[in-house]
């Protein structure tokens, strides 16, 4: 079966612009996860969707960004008035139901770039 | 909260030769461990994982690794290096300290493979 996609897969925009990432997790799988890799900060998780809730959204970096998932299934990560730190590849994953133990696994990332 | 220390950013290997890439974690509670691997330009994928079971896991692409509880310690080994394993590899703790899972990577080590 198809694996998670996002999209774009590249994203170049201005300072201060709004942009919208898209992904879209493996079919029946419950856990959705957002994490950030930039080169200053590594990997780090932003935040965490079981069906369309996410119980704790203190992941995000600022009140700039904001997550949503709709219908279980395809999530959106909105990004408002971007800065030049908003830069790096942003990563979804999902798991079947969100259990320690069991794999997440990812899609291939969106490449931002703010000018 | 649980964590992972990779030790050497770079590791530089002969094609041929034996492959050591070491983790250390932190965990007040028996950890479930992970090793990710991102090819250039790719997205992550799961090389192996431990949840408990057998102490020694194997692994895709001849990869394996050993969890060490004495010495915390969950190190990927390969006994016989292939250009095709460069690339950036990532220990992995999945930590329920937030009430529910998510991924807190290690910092990543680049596996450089000359012929």
Known sequence: GAGVSQSPSNKVTEKGKDVELRCDPISGHTALYWYRQSLGQGLEFLIYFQGNSAPDKSGLPSDRFSAERTGGSVSTLTIQRTQQEDSAVYLCASSLRGGQRETQYFGPGTRLLVL | ?115
């Not at chain 2, 028996?30 to 799961?46: I, K, S």
């Not at chain 2, 250009?83 to 450089?112: P, Q």
């Open chain 2, 1 to 115: 909260a649980q964590s992972v220390t990779q030790l050497g950013s770079h590791v530089s290997v002969s094609e041929g030769a034996l492959v050591l890439l070491r983790c250390n974690y932190s965990s007040s509670v028996p950890p479930y461990l992970f090793w990710y691997v991102q090819y250039p330009n790719q997205g992550l994928q799961l090389l192996l994982k431990y949840t408990s079971a057998a102490t020694l896991v194997k692994g895709i692409n001849g990869f394996e690794a050993e969890f060490k509880k004495s010495e915390t310690s969950f190190h990927l080994t390969k006994p016989s290096a292939h250009m095709s394993d460069a690339a950036e590899y990532f220990c992995v703790v999945s930590d329920i300290s937030a009430g529910y899972s998510t991924l807190t990577f290690g910092k990543g080590t680049m596996l450089l493979v000359s012929p």
